[in-house]
């Protein structure tokens, strides 16, 4: 992860240097996405006002050591009893008893001590860097001073009474959050009691130039403790430090100190970039570990962590988190295995500084609505990226993209599983391709529009079986997640494009047969009443990606074996399943006439279609015994039902027709196109004098 961090950090210098970002020191961390309250000290440490605060992540705070930060740190729940009232009087009357006992009966010591450390010790130490205040940290520096002078003992208790006096008043609803949260909770809930985050300010009432949560101060404070390590270096012995480089070739200090924490976007969390523990048994084999494993010096792991705090960045506006190069640079994926898989994706070209929807491109639209879904949405897409690489190239001839996928696999554990760089020339011949082998399909007698899949949402059809008759489906993790950008960029020589065709003709067979033979309007948008063990509830929303883009997914990987449409189409596979789709044809009409629309459990060509999956020679054998009643009724009548002629014809040519043993999966392939395939022909005069055109009489025409 270091490898991909450093490449990014310099394919991303011109456009953070652009946009003036900040490069924000390790010990300043961003607040965690939680609403808190505000807490007013005066110039006593005493209470003076406190608020709520809808969003604390646009903040940052000091923390150098887990829980104990500040100006933000986390109050645990305040009182503990044996219930908790509901009603506002019952909370004030309860909160009222709990305080004339002067104990904070939710605390222990390790809490005390815990908030002692971040209001004195945290606070002392940010009052050493704030020496010879400026406009930007007056604030900052009177909110340590008053910080110091708090009574941890008592802090709690003050403010309790403080949220009770205003409940009295009618001025807060304590039995809404955050208030609720912090002030009383049942009795027995665990050894982790819940929380809410509390932010300090200096009194209102006092006028300073900026408020000390203000990002002009932190910003100052971010610069006075970049300046405080470089004198440290200073200390470092010089024969063992000056003109020694570390893994990256930037300057060795500060290889030995701790590796600051990233924060990937939305649920993922924090995760160290580095880490060989030499307490680890495993471990102690190497000669070299910790620091000295990868030595990487402070430098390097800033630029490291600038560079993905810029990518991971989010924007605030209107009260609304939004994250700012989501479907640009990073996706994350769905979870295809262990761990949740986070796609990282960009130009890595230093001086470039447009940034294409790179993200998307891999993956899809982020809001894939009813309205927003047209057959087109990936080529729209795939145009709109290729036109900005061609712009980048024109302008970087040596710019590639470079593609890593980072899956978080524990608390802080992340792994890298995909990591690769492709030329522009590259990616566009390989999208052209994609798309084109959309395309590499007959008409579908299947409902519009079918839509090019994009190249991740192709390992979610490869991880989705079916069961109980193909209409329950499963998760599966045959594949995982970035296949779908190996398949993009495969050709028919790698194994995985036939692993991808195994899987794709193993779940679509059975279930675009089963669809074939008993669609009814309504049939899939039922879920299954049941739910079993290791089943999802997600049938019907599954049943129609499959449909949609199950037939091109299998166009795209025909064309990787170089099956294009114009030869396979005249092949013996796709032609067995074009004859096994107008027998059912005439089996339909036969039933509409014959049985007076009482249509057969089974067509005799869908049955056939189950036969021919493992050995099409046999279900032709059996096809022809079973056949000739029907011909011999169609042949007695004078309106002769429009599937006998191309049924006598399809059927003389692959009498004499050669069937490999066992049939590959490609040809499984084509048999299925054909069976869902529209049929067209221009038989003579002597057949019917007019085209024949097969529809789907067993739907109803085609699908709306």
């Known amino acids: 992860m270091l490898n991909e961090g450093m490449l990014l950090a310099r394919a991303t210098a011109a456009v953070r240097q652009h946009q003036q970002e900040v490069s924000w020191h390790k010990l300043l961390p961003r607040c965690r996405k939680k609403p808190g309250l505000r807490v007013y000290l005066d110039g006593n440490g005493q209470i003076c006002g406190v608020e709520t605060v809808a969003d604390l992540s646009p903040f940052r ?235 990487v010096g402070r430098e390097s792991r800033q630029q490291i962590k600038d560079a993905f705090d810029w990518a991971f960045d989010p924007t605030h506006s209107k009260g609304e988190k939004r994250w700012r190069f989501e479907g640009k640079i990073w996706r994350i994926l769905p979870v295809s295995g262990v761990g949740t898989p986070l796609l990282v994706c960009y130009v890595d070209e230093p001086q470039n500084e447009t940034v294409p929807d790179l993200g998307d491109f891999f993956f899809g639209l982020r809001a894939e609505d009813a309205a927003a879904i047209s057959d087109r949405t990936y080529e729209a897409k795939a145009k709109d990226v290729m036109q900005t690489l061609d712009g980048i190239a024109s302008r970087f001839p040596d710019a590639g993209v470079r593609v890593f996928l980072l899956t978080k696999i524990g608390k802080s554990r992340t792994q890298v599983e995909l990591s690769k760089r492709i030329e522009i020339e590259t990616l566009k011949a390989a999208a052209d391709t994609w798309q084109a082998g959309s395309e590499n399909v007959p008409t579908i007698l299947l409902p519009k529009p079918q839509q090019t899949p994009f190249p991740e949402q192709v390992v979610d059809l490869l991880n989705t079986s079916w069961t109980m008759s193909s209409t329950v489906s499963k998760k599966v993790h045959n594949f995982k997640s970035g296949d779908g950008i190996r398949l993009l960029l495969a050709s028919g020589k790698d194994k995985l494009v036939m692993e991808a065709l195994t899987k794709t003709v193993k779940n679509a067979y059975p279930f675009f047969t089963k669809w074939r033979e008993e669609w009814k309007e309504g049939k899939f948008t039922e879920r299954q009443k049941t739910r079993r063990r290791g089943e999802d509830a997600s049938d019907n929303e599954r049943a129609w990606r499959l449909i949609r883009r199950g037939v091109p997914t299998l166009g795209i990987l025909l064309l990787k074996l170089n099956h294009t449409k114009d030869s396979y189409m005249s092949d013996t596979p796709y032609q067995i399943g074009q004859l096994l789709a107008l027998v059912d044809e005439l089996h339909y009409e036969y039933c509409q006439k014959v049985r007076e629309g009482a249509i057969a459990s089974q067509l005799l060509g869908n049955a056939m279609m189950r036969i021919a999956y493992d050995n099409p020679q046999r279900a032709l054998q059996t096809l022809y015994l079973r056949l000739m009643s029907y011909l011999n009724w169609a042949k007695t009548r004078r309106d002769k039902p429009w599937a006998y002629w191309p049924i006598r014809k399809l059927g003389d040519e692959l009498r004499q027709a050669s069937f490999p043993m066992p049939p590959s999966e490609a040809s499984r392939a084509q048999l299925l196109l054909g069976y869902l395939a529209k049929y067209q022909s221009t038989p003579s005069a002597s057949e019917t004098g007019q085209s024949l055109e097969v529809g789907n009489h067993q739907t109803g025409g085609q699908m709306p």
């Not at 924090?270 to 030499?278: E, H, T, Y």
Request: hydrophobic share 40%.
């Open 61 to 295: 705070m000091y923390e150098k050591d887990p829980g104990k930060s500040f100006p933000v740190l986390k109050l645990r729940t305040i009182f503990a009893s044996d219930s908790v009232p509901k009603s506002v009087s019952g909370v004030v009357s309860c909160l009222q008893s709990q305080l004339r006992l002067a104990s904070a009966s939710g605390w222990n010591d390790d809490m005390f001590k815990k908030l002692e450390d971040a209001l004195h010790r945290e606070a002392a130490v940010l009052e050493g860097l704030l020496t010879n205040p400026n406009q930007e940290t007056e604030a900052l520096l009177a909110l340590c001073q008053r910080a110091r002078k708090v009574d941890v003992r008592q802090f709690p208790l003050a403010l309790a009474a403080w949220l009770n006096t205003e409940a009295s008043r009618g001025n807060i609803n304590v039995t809404k959050k955050p208030f609720s949260t912090l002030l009383i909770r049942k009795r027995n809930i665990g050894q982790f009691p819940p929380g809410v985050y509390v932010q300090f300010e200096p009194d209102l009432k006092e006028s300073f130039p900026l408020p000390a949560f203000h990002e002009r101060s932190l910003t100052e404070l971010n610069r006075r403790l970049h300046v405080r390590d470089h004198p440290s270096d200073a200390n470092q012995p010089s024969c063992v430090i000056d003109g020694l480089r570390d893994a990256f070739g930037g300057p060795l200090q500060g290889y030995k100190e701790s590796f600051p924490p990233i924060r990937l976007p939305k649920h993922l969390g924090d995760v160290r970039l580095f880490a060989k523990a030499k307490a680890v048994n495993c471990l102690r084999r190497y000669s070299l570990i910790e620091a000295e494993a990868f030595p």
